[in-house]
């Protein structure tokens, strides 16, 4: 037969998977290993074993960690909110019109092709105190300056943009979603004197219940690795660690602090919240989906 | 079908739905249409006054708001003149010998230091503006030409020509950085796809696994072991060094898209070609890869696009200025010239524009490549 010779495998797998395992699996034991020990500077060797050391002062010692934790744990049912709830309610209009679908296509996934980089770059623009966008709207309207990035405006102006930029990637897949719902059923519900927002809630969302727990997965894990735009807006968590997420946070400690093993510590549990948040967000939705399933 | 139904029964409802729609899509389109038309002013026009057209003739105000003018007054010994001199409420100054009665605001910080007793009590509108090294208020000669600012392709010639911030060669650093991620990405996981969907081997369900592993790492798990081996193996500070730890990055997405796509190429086209005589190779050249064409964009753009944006893995394995790709420039940008807006705004759209055209041209393959990817994976 074609394929039963073997020998093509070592060629058509092993690249790839070498390099998979020297980039991704080795060093990502490699970092739970380094984050049980105290490493001095970026290229320090192992010395004395901490065990879970790192892990106890993230959770009860340092204050600037539970922020990054507060914030990035905050942000995860706000993108689920933001979001999703958007993608929601505009894949649901874009696919009761009949032109221009394709233009609001394009145009709502616009930000998801540019690189956070710019756009916080171009929000930094926005908020600045002197001469920023927003200032100078307040100031057509004769209002006072207001400082943007204050203390207690910091964490919600950084999830702005963070929020926005990436609605129209959830969008995009929620509206395939809903071109896959077959029509008569819509038409028959009409037919029944079901209301358009009846047959959003009880056939249209159910129906595409698969897709929404894919986005909300999605959108939750990519909340716990936000890193490019609050890097950009507020650095280093100005003010004074307010605005710092797990991600920025461990760069901070691993790369600035040269705080290795505390950084390699924190990034485990990036990827510890990671998992099992996304396991507990598939475990909850997805027995009812079977439910439903069983009753249509 | 349905649409028609619903948008015959409430044409307000429709209304209502495009007028939400199009706000949506102004707030996707009106932030880059913002920095595009304020790339083309000067920074001090950015500042005081970011919403007025590029191309509409605006004039140049001083920090206090008065009309800069090419000339300075004079003094009767040919001096720059900068004090003795009233302006009015329009920031029009008052020449000496046209001052007559007008007095003094009481009020201002000179007249407060002159003391207010030698001024007259009857007060106009007019300031006295004395020249202040430190505010710096100098007294144009309003006969001499209003300084206007007109479009100016200052901020872009800056960005392209500043020596500190070679944006050109930054282009080049991420053509060559993310075109080999974007192709070494591209053909591995064809061959993973490839393996994985027509060899029986011993571990595949293992092999399996590991891949759909590989997509929960963050970079930031991987990142302090990964540079000290590239440190270690002397990849510290060059592209091929960033390049490797992105293929490796990229590569199990890949193979997850192309694992769906080259499953659902028919079996006979390559039993056939056995039949004649054609080995595995000639087999992966000639069928699966030209097969899978549509796929391997899907692929290649997403590689491309995520590599080109990808700031984390370039900040931290990447230090001399020579060898950085457009984002991580951009980023220097900001923080060395974060002030000159007129700059960060051209910088933004030179990074954002090629992304952009790539994005126009290629959308149908993006858009329908995610949705393949996505709901799948």
Known sequence: MLYRDKRPLLVLLVPSFALMVIFLYYPFVMNIYNSLFDIKGMIGRPEAFLGLQNYVTFFTRDPVAMTALKNSLMLMPLTVVFQVGTAIVLALLVDNIKRGQQFFRVVFFFPIVISATAIGLMFSLFYNYDGGMLNQILRMLGQEKVLWLSKQRAYTMVIIPVLWQYVGFYFVIVLTGLAAVPDEINESASIDGASGLQKVWYITLPMIKDVLITCTTLAITGAVKVFDLPAVIAKFGAPNGLTHFLGTYMHQQAFVAQNVDYGSAISIVIVVIGVVVAQGVGKALKPRRDLEGGQI | ?377
């Open chain 2, 1 to 377: 079908m349905n649409a028609r139904l619903t948008t015959r029964r409430f044409s307000i409802t429709s209304t209502v739905i495009y007028l939400i729609l199009i706000l949506w899509s102004l707030t996707t389109f009106f932030p880059f249409a913002w920095v595009l038309n304020n790339s083309f002013k000067d920074t001090s026009l950015v500042v005081s006054d970011s919403f007025s057209l590029a191309f509409t003739t605006i004039y140049r105000t001083d920090r206090n708001g008065i009309v800069v003018h090419e000339g300075v007054l004079l003094d009767e010994h040919g001096r720059e003149m900068y004090d003795k001199l009233l302006f009015d409420k329009d920031g029009n100054p008052i020449l000496e010998k046209d001052q007559g009665g007008v007095a003094l605001d009481p009020n201002s910080p000179f007249s407060q230091l002159l003391g207010k007793s030698s001024f007259a009590q009857n007060q106009s509108d007019s300031i006295l503006q004395a020249y202040d090294t430190v505010k710096g208020s100098k007294v144009y000669d309003p006969a001499s030409p209003a300084i206007k600012l007109t479009p100016t392709l200052g901020n872009y010639v800056e960005a392209f020509t500043n020596p500190n911030v070679n944006i050109l060669r930054g282009y080049r650093n991420s053509i060559i950085l993310s075109g080999s991620v974007t192709v070494v990405v591209m053909l591995l996981s064809c061959m993973m796809a490839f393996a994985m969907t027509r060899y029986m081997f011993p571990g595949k369900k293992i092999v399996h696994i590991l891949i759909v592993a590989a997509l929960m790492f963050p970079a930031f798990s991987t990142i302090v072991p990964v540079y000290r081996m590239i440190s270690q193996a002397g990849l510290f500070d060059t592209l091929q060094g960033v390049a490797l730890v992105q293929i490796a990055g990229n590569l199990a997405f890949a193979t997850m898209v192309m694992i769906g796509f080259v499953a659902s190429l028919p079996y006979e086209l390559e039993e056939a070609a056995f039949m004649e005589g054609a080995g595995v190779w000639r087999i992966f050249w000639g069928i699966i890869l030209p097969l899978s064409k549509s796929a391997l964009a899907t692929v290649g753009i997403f590689t491309f696009i995520w590599s080109y944006n990808d700031l984390f893995v370039q900040m931290v394995l990447l230090r001399s200025k020579a060898l950085m790709p457009i984002s991580a420039i951009l980023r220097e940008i900001s923080s060395q010239y974060g002030t000159d807006f007129g700059l960060m705004a051209a910088a933004v759209v030179v990074v954002v524009v090629p992304m952009l055209a790539v994005y126009i041209a290629l959308q149908k393959n993006i858009i329908k490549g995610l949705t393949a990817g996505a709901v799948k994976g």
